[in-house]
């Protein structure tokens, strides 16, 4: 059974960084036998669900305009880890984070519906 732990959210001010981490079970990122796809979506109150990055298990990764250059997503294949790593924060990155899985190939185009697996979330903030 897949299972997805989101941690390192918080609280920070404009400018400042932070670095999600995305504990995995049940699946094996090594495996390229068939494709899949990890990412991060993100959900601010009120708004529908975004995706943020993604990445397939030959590491091919894939943005966003809004984020390009200010996050940067990893996965440790030893540890069955996915990282983000966020620069740059402003306020409009506030929002619910999650881990997302699904044994597909990663997208263009980063909609919430192509994803099977989700973890609970962790809460970004960022103050002006």
């Known amino acids: 059974e897949v299972r997805l732990v989101e941690s390192g959210g918080g609280s920070v001010e404009t400018g400042g960084s932070l670095r999600l981490s995305c504990a995995v079970s049940?699946?094996?990122?090594?495996?390229?036998?068939?494709?899949?796809?990890m990412g991060w979506f993100r959900q601010a109150p009120g708004k529908e669900r975004r995706g943020v990055a993604t990445?397939?298990?030959?590491?091919?990764?894939r943005y966003p305009e809004n984020v390009k250059g200010r996050f940067a997503i990893s996965q440790d294949n030893a540890d069955n880890t996915l990282y983000l790593q966020m620069n740059s924060l402003q306020p409009e990155d506030t929002a619910m984070y999650y881990c997302?899985?699904?044994?597909?190939?990663?997208?263009?185009?980063?909609?919430?519906?192509?994803?099977?697996?989700w973890g609970q979330g962790t809460q970004v903030t960022v103050s002006s």
């Open positions: 990445i397939d298990n030959r590491g091919a990764t």
């Open positions: 997302v899985l699904t044994y597909s190939r990663c997208y263009d185009i980063l909609s919430a519906r192509d994803f099977d697996y």
């Open positions: 049940g699946y094996d990122a090594r495996d390229d036998s068939s494709p899949s796809c």
